[in-house]
């Protein structure tokens, strides 16, 4: 896993936007795994942005989404299929058939779980999987003692996490409380991972998930499992960090990242 910490949550931001603009460049078919939440609002941005003005295309680009709340049909202006078109579908390029949501409102849960999988593999697998953070560690919605080998399934989200997204939600009685999440083990089969996270109600979480130990408690320290994991953050939420100095120094001498710096 490596660390990089950027002074600000657009400049976090704009950074992974740059590191998706090069993934989908040198592969236009690119099978790129997204995730929904406040924090990727400012990534939707700036990847619309780029399309607009460096036009980077995204029409031969596959998506998978990580997660989808049980019982939200697609139209549902608080389901996780509508948030993806307003903030990057309707904005860029990409053909619609080519993007993917786990459906919940499947008639069979179990079977559209595995038919996600299914779809993930015949697409030759995740290459770039961009991740948020929740509150209790979830990554997707992974929530506490998910096992580190899960795979898309359906998952009961804690109060925690009812308590962070019910805001969103007009009437938060109204927020579902299961999701259809692809599972760590989904996750961790990505090429890569990316998992970006700003500002200081992060801060705890963060330090946990990347200097704690691995443990099902909390899904996001299964990226320290991960080949090529890293996580991208801004100031405020390095500050429980211990090796700052160090996560400073990689990208400031790290041959990977001299084209960002
Ligand atoms: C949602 C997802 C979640 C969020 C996390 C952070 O698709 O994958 O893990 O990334 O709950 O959400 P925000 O960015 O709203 O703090």
């Known amino acids: 896993m490596e660390v990089i910490i950027r002074p600000n949550a657009d400049a976090a931001a704009n950074l992974t936007a740059n590191v998706i603009a090069d993934a989908i460049r040198a592969k236009p078919s690119l099978v790129l795994g997204l995730a929904t939440g406040r924090t990727m609002e400012r990534l939707y941005k700036r ?103 899960s795979r898309t399934r359906a998952k009961a989200l ?35 991972c990316i998992l970006l996270a700003t500002g200081k109600t992060k801060a705890q979480i963060i330090a946990k998930a990347v200097e704690g130990p691995v443990t099902s408690m909390i899904s996001a320290t299964a990226l320290q499992l991960h080949p090529k ?14 090796q700052i100095e160090y996560y400073q120094w990689l990208f400031q001498n790290e041959p990977e990242w001299e084209p960002y710096r």
């Not at 804690?158 to 692809?182: G, L, V």
């Open 229 to 242: 994991a890293t996580v991208i953050i801004d100031q405020p939420a390095s500050a429980n960090l211990q």
């Open 47 to 149: 990847l619309a942005e780029i399309h607009q003005e460096d036009k980077l295309s995204f029409a031969q680009v596959r998506t998978f989404n990580l997660d989808e709340y049980i019982g939200l049909p697609p139209e549902d202006k608080h389901s996780y299929r509508h948030y993806m078109n307003q903030h990057l579908f309707n904005k860029v390029d990409i053909d619609p058939a080519n993007t993917h949501l786990p459906n919940g409102v499947a008639e069979d849960i179990d079977q559209e779980c595995a038919h996600y999988e299914q779809r993930i593999t015949e697409c030759g697998g995740i290459d770039l999987q961009i991740l948020g953070i929740g509150n209790t560690g979830h990554i997707g919605f992974n929530e506490p003692l998910s096992a580190m080998y």
């Open 158 to 192: 804690t109060p925690q996490t009812i308590e962070q997204n019910a805001s969103q939600f007009d009437n938060p009685e109204e927020m579902p409380r299961r999701a259809i999440t692809m599972g760590v083990g989904t996750i961790l089969d990505a090429k890569r």
